[in-house]
């Protein structure tokens, strides 16, 4: 037969076990209910960050820029500058039949060729610049 000394001790024992069990039962559910919102919370944020992206590309999609087409360049003294009127021709360093250089806010990002559309100049783009390209002019 069991001494009370025993009988209190299993006891304690039992106890502590169980007290052990329920506590690892808690934090089971716990870290469920954890996981459970993280989903949900991280689908949110999914969801958000896509028309966050879609509401950055309209926002930025009405801002003007400068398109220019540029037929050649040439450096000139201010003396021939001056000395220019009705009539005078100005040598540029393109070539008859190169293509033009399309520029964005001073950025070359294409290259055409001259079209006339209803007595009007266009540009038809022949070469797109890449990304890759872009990035390394702007290095040198």
């Known amino acids: 037969m069991a001494t009370d000394s025993e009988t209190t001790t ?12 329920a506590e690892q039962a808690e934090s089971t559910s716990v870290l469920q ?9 991280s689908e949110f944020s999914d969801k958000n960050r896509l028309t966050d ?3 950055d590309i309209d926002f930025i999609l009405d801002i003007p820029v400068q398109l220019t087409v540029e037929l050649g ?17 100005v040598e540029l360093d393109g070539l008859a039949g190169e293509p033009m250089d399309v520029l964005v806010n001073g950025c070359l990002i294409a290259q055409g060729e001259v079209v006339v559309v209803n007595d009007k100049f266009g540009i038809r783009l022949t070469d797109i610049i890449t990304p890759a390209e872009r990035i390394r002019k702007l290095n040198k």
């Open 10 to 21: 299993e006891t304690s024992i039992e106890d502590d076990w169980g007290a052990a069990m």
């Open 33 to 41: 209910a954890k996981t459970e919102s993280a989903q949900v919370f």
């Open 53 to 55: 992206t879609q509401n």
């Open 73 to 89: 360049r040439t450096k000139i003294a201010i003396k021939n500058l001056l000395q220019l009127a009705q009539g005078s021709v």
